[in-house]
Protein backbone atom coordinates (compact mmCIF):
# COMPACT_ATOMS: atom_id res chain seq x y z
CA UNK A 1 0.00 0.00 0.00
CA UNK A 2 2.87 2.82 0.83
CA UNK A 3 4.43 1.69 -2.54
CA UNK A 4 1.12 2.25 -4.27
CA UNK A 5 1.05 5.72 -2.36
CA UNK A 6 4.62 6.51 -3.51
CA UNK A 7 3.79 5.64 -7.18
CA UNK A 8 0.95 7.91 -7.30
CA UNK A 9 2.96 11.29 -5.44
CA UNK A 10 5.53 10.77 -7.94
CA UNK A 11 3.16 10.70 -11.21
CA UNK A 12 3.91 13.68 -13.21
CA UNK A 13 -0.39 14.92 -13.01
CA UNK A 14 0.47 15.28 -9.40
CA UNK A 15 3.81 17.07 -9.40
CA UNK A 16 2.14 19.58 -12.46
CA UNK A 17 -1.18 20.21 -9.64
CA UNK A 18 1.55 20.49 -6.42
CA UNK A 19 4.33 22.65 -8.15
CA UNK A 20 3.30 24.09 -11.44
CA UNK A 21 0.18 25.05 -11.77
CA UNK A 22 -0.15 27.16 -8.29
CA UNK A 23 1.92 29.78 -10.15
CA UNK A 24 1.64 29.11 -13.86
CA UNK A 25 -2.33 29.66 -13.55
CA UNK A 26 -2.82 32.73 -11.96
CA UNK A 27 0.14 33.96 -14.52
CA UNK A 28 -2.19 32.95 -17.59
CA UNK A 29 -5.00 34.71 -15.64
CA UNK A 30 -3.44 37.78 -15.27
CA UNK A 31 -1.47 37.61 -19.08
CA UNK A 32 -4.92 37.20 -20.66
CA UNK A 33 -6.61 40.37 -18.41
CA UNK A 34 -3.55 42.45 -19.58
CA UNK A 35 -3.99 40.94 -23.36
CA UNK A 36 -7.10 41.99 -23.23
CA UNK A 37 -6.42 45.44 -22.53
CA UNK A 38 -3.49 45.77 -24.71
CA UNK A 39 -4.59 48.21 -27.88
CA UNK A 40 -5.05 46.06 -30.57
CA UNK A 41 -2.52 47.50 -32.79
CA UNK A 42 0.41 47.52 -29.98
CA UNK A 43 2.37 44.18 -30.25
CA UNK A 44 1.42 42.46 -27.01
CA UNK A 45 3.86 39.38 -26.45
CA UNK A 46 2.85 36.47 -24.00
CA UNK A 47 5.97 34.33 -23.73
CA UNK A 48 7.64 37.56 -22.53
CA UNK A 49 5.09 38.40 -20.30
CA UNK A 50 4.67 35.10 -19.19
CA UNK A 51 8.58 34.55 -18.56
CA UNK A 52 8.79 38.04 -16.82
CA UNK A 53 5.57 36.69 -14.52
CA UNK A 54 6.99 33.53 -13.69
CA UNK A 55 10.79 34.22 -13.11
CA UNK A 56 9.68 37.35 -10.41
CA UNK A 57 6.91 34.68 -8.83
CA UNK A 58 9.21 31.98 -8.28
CA UNK A 59 8.51 30.70 -5.26
CA UNK A 60 11.77 29.49 -4.45
CA UNK A 61 13.47 33.14 -4.91
CA UNK A 62 11.47 36.07 -2.79
CA UNK A 63 13.92 38.70 -4.40
CA UNK A 64 13.05 38.90 -7.34
CA UNK A 65 10.26 41.26 -7.18
CA UNK A 66 10.45 43.99 -9.84
CA UNK A 67 13.06 42.70 -12.27
CA UNK A 68 11.97 43.18 -15.89
CA UNK A 69 12.46 40.70 -18.58
CA UNK A 70 15.24 42.13 -20.30
CA UNK A 71 17.06 42.48 -17.02
CA UNK A 72 16.69 38.58 -16.64
CA UNK A 73 19.95 36.90 -17.25
CA UNK A 74 19.49 33.91 -18.91
CA UNK A 75 16.98 36.57 -21.53
CA UNK A 76 20.27 38.88 -21.93
CA UNK A 77 22.31 35.92 -22.94
CA UNK A 78 19.64 34.90 -25.27
CA UNK A 79 19.31 37.95 -26.77
CA UNK A 80 23.09 38.71 -26.98
CA UNK A 81 23.71 35.41 -29.43
CA UNK A 82 19.99 35.90 -31.41
CA UNK A 83 19.15 40.06 -30.86
CA UNK A 84 15.75 40.38 -31.68
CA UNK A 85 14.72 42.95 -35.02
CA UNK A 86 12.96 45.97 -33.95
CA UNK A 87 9.31 46.36 -34.21
CA UNK A 88 7.63 47.20 -37.23
CA UNK A 89 6.42 51.03 -37.53
CA UNK A 90 2.47 49.49 -37.68
CA UNK A 91 2.88 47.65 -34.40
CA UNK A 92 4.23 51.35 -32.25
CA UNK A 93 1.89 53.68 -33.73
CA UNK A 94 -1.15 54.83 -32.08
CA UNK A 95 -4.67 54.38 -34.18
CA UNK A 96 -4.60 58.16 -35.04
CA UNK A 97 -1.24 57.74 -36.65
CA UNK A 98 -1.63 54.81 -38.55
CA UNK A 99 -4.91 56.22 -39.91
CA UNK A 100 -3.18 59.62 -40.47
CA UNK A 101 -0.44 57.48 -42.54
CA UNK A 102 -2.80 55.69 -44.64
CA UNK A 103 -4.10 58.81 -45.59
CA UNK A 104 -1.70 60.71 -46.75
CA UNK A 105 -0.65 57.13 -49.00
CA UNK A 106 -4.35 57.12 -50.13
CA UNK A 107 -4.18 61.10 -50.84
CA UNK A 108 -0.62 60.60 -52.56
CA UNK A 109 -1.65 57.63 -54.87
CA UNK A 110 -5.05 59.88 -55.62
CA UNK A 111 -2.61 62.60 -57.05
CA UNK A 112 -0.10 60.52 -58.93
CA UNK A 113 -3.47 59.28 -61.24
CA UNK A 114 -4.48 62.84 -62.27
CA UNK A 115 -3.46 62.72 -66.20
CA UNK A 116 -1.34 65.86 -66.02
CA UNK A 117 0.94 64.44 -62.95
CA UNK A 118 1.07 61.57 -65.09
CA UNK A 119 2.05 63.23 -67.80
CA UNK A 120 4.86 65.18 -65.85
CA UNK A 121 5.92 61.92 -64.57
CA UNK A 122 6.89 60.80 -67.88
CA UNK A 123 8.28 63.61 -68.97
CA UNK A 124 10.75 64.07 -66.25
CA UNK A 125 11.75 60.51 -66.36
CA UNK A 126 12.58 61.42 -70.28
CA UNK A 127 14.75 63.90 -68.64
CA UNK A 128 16.54 61.98 -65.91
CA UNK A 129 17.12 59.09 -68.54
CA UNK A 130 18.52 61.49 -70.94
CA UNK A 131 21.27 63.55 -67.98
CA UNK A 132 21.44 59.74 -66.61
CA UNK A 133 22.89 58.67 -70.89
CA UNK A 134 24.90 62.16 -71.08
CA UNK A 135 26.98 61.04 -68.06
CA UNK A 136 27.69 57.72 -69.58
CA UNK A 137 29.20 58.93 -72.85
CA UNK A 138 30.81 61.25 -70.82
CA UNK A 139 32.38 58.70 -68.36
CA UNK A 140 33.17 56.67 -71.01
CA UNK A 141 34.80 59.56 -73.10
CA UNK A 142 37.51 60.39 -70.72
CA UNK A 143 38.44 56.64 -70.53
CA UNK A 144 38.75 56.56 -74.34
CA UNK A 145 40.45 59.61 -73.98
CA UNK A 146 43.03 58.56 -70.79
CA UNK A 147 44.12 55.04 -72.41
CA UNK A 148 44.95 57.32 -75.81
CA UNK A 149 46.88 59.64 -74.25
CA UNK A 150 50.79 58.90 -74.14
CA UNK A 151 52.33 57.23 -70.46
CA UNK A 152 54.01 60.20 -68.69
CA UNK A 153 58.08 59.69 -68.07
CA UNK A 154 59.35 60.30 -65.22
CA UNK A 155 62.83 61.13 -64.22
CA UNK A 156 64.81 58.96 -62.77
Same mark, same amino acid.
Given at each position: ?? %????? =? !?? $? *???? &???????????????????????????????????????????????????????????? %????? =? !?? $? *???? &????????????????????????????????????????????????????????????????????
Amino acid at each position: ME %RREQR =R !KN $R *PKDY &LERHIFPTLLPGMEEMLRIAKKTERRKRFDPLDFLTQYLYQKNPRFADRGDIVLWDIPFV %REILK =R !KP $R *PPLP &LSATWTEDEAATVIQAHYRGYLVRMQPDIQEFRQWSKGVRQEQEAALIIQRNWKRFLRSKSPPKESNM
